[in-house]
């Protein structure tokens, strides 16, 4: 299972980016995926899942009515948009397949992560 995570980069506050994260190695449709984040000496969080088709989509409140997660199927893609940023966003950001029982909003249940793109958010 590869997930590729794209699309950070150096935003001024109140600003926008869209992560794309592409999956390979797995059938991507019949998995829930999520993001997550991890701050310079925090603890990786999360922000955002959606299940299968993307009927269901779940937002830690630090994100919730700023960022959108999600999906293309087809294109074995799940994306973040993220917008009306703030320099608390900044951090590196990872996708993950929801494969472990803990709930979609518990980062344990993600297995694996992908490797993370950095977003920066000036203020």
């Known amino acids: 299972v590869q997930l590729q995570a794209s699309g950070g980069g150096l935003v001024q506050a109140g600003g926008s980016l869209r992560l794309s994260c592409k999956a390979s190695?797995?059938?991507?449709?019949?998995?829930?995926m999520g993001w997550s984040r991890q701050a310079p000496g925090r603890e990786r969080e999360f922000v955002a899942s959606?299940?299968?088709?993307?009927?269901?989509?779940y937002y830690a409140d630090s994100v919730k009515g700023r960022f959108t997660i999600s999906r293309d199927n087809a294109k074995a893609t799940v994306y973040l948009q993220l917008d009306s940023l703030k320099p608390e966003d900044t951090a590196v950001y990872y996708c993950?397949?929801?494969?472990?029982?803990?709930?979609?909003?518990?980062?344990?249940?993600?297995?694996?992560w992908g490797q993370g793109t950095q977003v920066t958010v000036s203020s």
């Open positions: 993950g397949r929801l494969y472990w029982n803990y709930g979609y909003v518990d980062i344990r249940s993600y297995d694996p």
């Open positions: 190695g797995l059938p991507f449709s019949s998995y829930a």
């Open positions: 959606l299940n299968w088709n993307g009927a269901r989509t």
